[in-house]
C-alpha cells in the first residue's frame, strides 16, 4: 500500500463522512469554505487533493482541528486505533497544573492560557507531521537536530501565550530579547527557554528577567514514553513548565577559550526552586535508579 495516498483517501474521506454528519449539502459547505462546490467533488471523488490551505478551510468549517482530522486518517492508513490513545494524551489535563497564584504573579497569565499554549503547540506540530507522513517523510522531530527543535517549540508556544493573553504580551522579533514585550508595566519582559527530557534550559549569555521554562519528551504513535535516549519517538510531549525570577548571578557560565559553544545554565538549586507550574509525572523522563524528581514544589 501506497502509505502517503492512503493517508489522503483516508482524510478526504473523513471529510465527506464529516461533512454529511452535519447535514452539510455542497452548497452550504461551498459557503463555509470558500472552495467551489466542483472542487470540493473533485477532492470527494479523489480525482484531485486538497492544498494544505484548503483542508484547513475544510476542518474550520466543520469545527475540527485539522490535526485532529489528520491523526484519524493517518490511524486509518495504518490500520490500528492509535488515533484514539494519542488524542487522549494530547487533552493535557488540568489536573496536572499548580501554583496558579504563581504563574499569575509573575506574568499575569491564568492557567487556561498557559494549556491553551501548548494545544496549540502540538495542533501545529501534528499537523506538520500529518503532512510530511502524506508526502513519505519522516515526521518534524526526526528531520531536524533536536536543539532546533527545542528551539522550534519554544517560537509555538510563544506565539500561543502572545495569542492568549488577551494583548497583555506582544511577541518580540525573531531572535530577540525577550520573547515576549508586556503590554503593562505591571509585569516584565518574559523570556521563554525550552529543554529536551532532564536538561537544564540554557542560553548563550546570562540575562536576568522573568523566564518560563518548559521541558519535553519525545513519545511513541500512542503517546507513551520509553526512557532513554535510544528509544525516543518522535511525537513531542511537554511533561514540566516553570516560573520564575532569574538574576545574572544565578547563572553557571561556560566560556572554554576559543569554544564556539559558550553557554549559561541558571544553577540547579535555583532551577529546583522555580515555582513548578505544570508537571505531567506519566512522562518523567528520570530512570527508576535516578533520584526522586528534585523539582517538586
Not at 14 to 31: P, V
Not at 172 to 178: D, E, T, V, W
Not at 232 to 248: A, D, L, M, Q, S
Request: with cysteine; net charge positive; proline share 4%.
Amino acid at each position: 500500500m501506497n502509505y502517503p495516498n492512503a493517508i489522503l483517501k483516508a482524510l478526504l474521506e473523513i471529510l465527506r463522512s464529516e461533512r454529511e454528519r452535519k447535514g452539510l449539502n455542497y452548497e452550504d459547505f461551498s459557503a463555509a469554505t470558500g472552495l467551489h462546490r466542483t472542487t470540493l467533488g473533485l477532492y470527494e471523488r479523489g480525482e484531485r487533493g486538497p492544498t494544505v490551505e484548503a483542508a484547513l478551510n475544510m476542518a474550520r468549517a466543520l469545527g475540527i482541528p485539522l490535526s485532529e482530522l489528520l491523526r484519524k486518517a493517518e490511524s486509518q492508513a495504518s490500520g490500528n486505533t492509535i488515533s484514539e490513545q494519542f488524542a487522549k494524551r494530547r487533552e493535557i489535563p488540568t489536573s496536572n497544573f499548580r501554583n496558579a497564584e504563581k504563574l499569575r504573579s509573575f506574568t499575569g497569565f491564568a492557567v487556561d492560557a498557559l494549556r491553551s499554549a501548548i494545544s496549540d503547540c502540538y495542533q501545529t506540530i501534528d499537523t506538520i507531521d500529518a503532512q510530511l507522513a502524506i508526502h513519505g517523510a519522516e515526521p518534524l522531530s526526526k528531520l531536524v537536530e533536536l536543539a532546533n527543535l527545542s528551539s522550534m517549540i519554544g517560537n509555538l508556544l510563544g506565539a500561543g501565550l502572545a495569542d492568549s493573553s488577551n494583548g497583555l504580551y506582544v511577541r518580540n522579533r525573531s531572535h530577540a530579547y525577550p520573547d515576549l514585550i508586556p503590554q503593562s508595566a505591571e509585569y516584565s519582559d518574559l523570556e521563554i527557554k525550552v529543554a529536551l527530557e532532564k536538561n537544564k534550559p540554557k542560553g548563550h549569555l546570562p540575562k536576568p528577567g522573568t523566564y518560563i521554562t518548559f521541558r519535553y519528551v519525545l513519545c511513541d504513535n500512542k503517546g507513551v514514553l520509553t526512557k532513554g535516549k535510544n528509544s525516543r519517538g518522535h511525537r513531542v510531549f511537554i511533561w514540566e513548565v516553570k516560573v520564575g525570577k532569574v538574576t545574572k548571578e544565578d547563572f553557571d557560565i561556560s566560556n572554554t577559550a576559543g569554544d564556539s559553544g559558550k553557554t549559561a545554565i541558571i544553577k540547579t538549586s535555583i532551577f529546583n526552586a522555580m515555582p513548578l507550574i505544570y508537571f505531567d509525572k506519566d512522562l518523567l523522563p528520570y530512570s527508576s535508579k535516578s533520584d526522586q524528581y528534585p523539582c517538586f514544589n
